[in-house]
């Protein structure tokens, strides 16, 4: 089970920590990663980190303004976004898996947990 936690208002150029708890089967290689879908559009990639904490990936959308991060074998993940734009608006979904990190960037056999909603305002 994934639970997503964190998510708020906030005006542009805010910050927001959202927070990603894993349980049940949580053994190793377990990477985990976040997505968001916005209203009328598909779910997308956003971050990902491996099971060390050391390796992780970026939406270009993201880069230089959100930090994925997790401890070495935890099974509690973070987003720290900051700069916040409107077009961030948006449900963040939380997504864990094995295998590569690859997996998770394109959502290969990848357990979900519910959304929690960002609004950033203008």
């Known amino acids: 089970q994934l639970q997503a936690s964190g998510g708020g208002l906030v005006q542009a150029g805010g910050s927001l920590r959202l927070s990603c708890s894993a349980s049940g089967r949580t053994d190793s290689n377990l990477n985990m990663g976040w997505f968001r879908q916005a209203p009328g559009k598909e779910r997308e990639f956003v971050a990902a980190?491996?099971?060390?904490?050391?390796?992780?990936n970026y939406a270009d959308s993201v880069k230089g303004r959100f930090t994925v991060s997790r401890m070495f074998a935890k099974t509690t993940m973070y987003l720290q976004m900051n700069s916040l734009k409107s077009e961030d608006t948006a449900v963040y979904y939380c997504?864990?898996?094995?295998?590569?990190?690859?997996?998770?960037?394109?959502?290969?056999?990848?357990?979900w947990g519910q959304g929690t909603q960002v609004t950033v305002s203008s």
């Open positions: 997504a864990a898996g094995w295998g590569s990190l690859s997996t998770i960037v394109e959502a290969k056999g990848v357990y």
């Open positions: 980190v491996s099971w060390g904490g050391t390796g992780t």
